[in-house]
């Protein structure tokens, strides 16, 4: 099949006063791939996917959905075609479970009825239907990482921005919940700590350092001692799908 791109980044910079958050980073994503977007703490993850759900404004750089820059697309058309699950979570005091997901479908704008049915889908795919009617406030950490995920999976983006989708999840969810959004064969572009799982989901993955792209391809082939060492600070070989660290550098 045809390699058909959905999003080109081209040279974009990120600053903030002196610090220099992302530098020069460029790269296509290709409809219906799993990309993983690794690297160690503070490399610029969560940076490069807020420019992407245009929570930040890059200071170089373009960014292209479809053919068209980000910016020429109305908000609400951007955020029905490409969805995030955010490390910043917003204080849900107040509002039921069924009402977070709902908030959710806004930019589709769908008959309510249509929502209603939507909503309680995505509540039964995370195991929290029956809880439909509570204070979303009273949710541990992670149910209200379920109750997020249930919003992006009832709005079902062509694009989906995970930043550590992972996060407070138990092994059962962070299984049960990135299969069904791997199942769904959308564009995916996930940040993980964890190697293991951005083994068994990533098509492909993109290595951030210090603000810059350092590596992408295949997970073996980004993932080399040398690129351990010097990104992650960890001695150690990724070989066959198994990571073996020895200890930090
Ligand atoms: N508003 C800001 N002003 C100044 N520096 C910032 C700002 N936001 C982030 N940074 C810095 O930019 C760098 C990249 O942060 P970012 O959150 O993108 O990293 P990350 O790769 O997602 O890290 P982690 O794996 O720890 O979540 C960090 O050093 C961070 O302290």
Redo the contacts with the bound molecule.
Sequence with gaps: MASEPILRVSGISLR??R?I?LEDISFTLERGRFYGLL??????????LKILYRAETANAGKVELDGRPVHAWGRRVYAAKVGALV?EKVSLSGMSLLEVVELGLLPLALPSREVRERANDALRMIDLAHRAGEDAAHLSGGEQQRLFFAQLLALDPDIYLL??PNNHLDLHFQYKLLDIVKRRQRTVLA?F?DIGLAVRYCDEVML?DG?RLVGQGEMARVLDRRSLAKTYRVAGTFEAGRLEISGPI
């Design positions: 903030k006063g610090a958050l690297g160690p703490n503070g490399a610029g993850k969560s940076s490069l490390q930043d550590e940040s700590h951030l603000g």
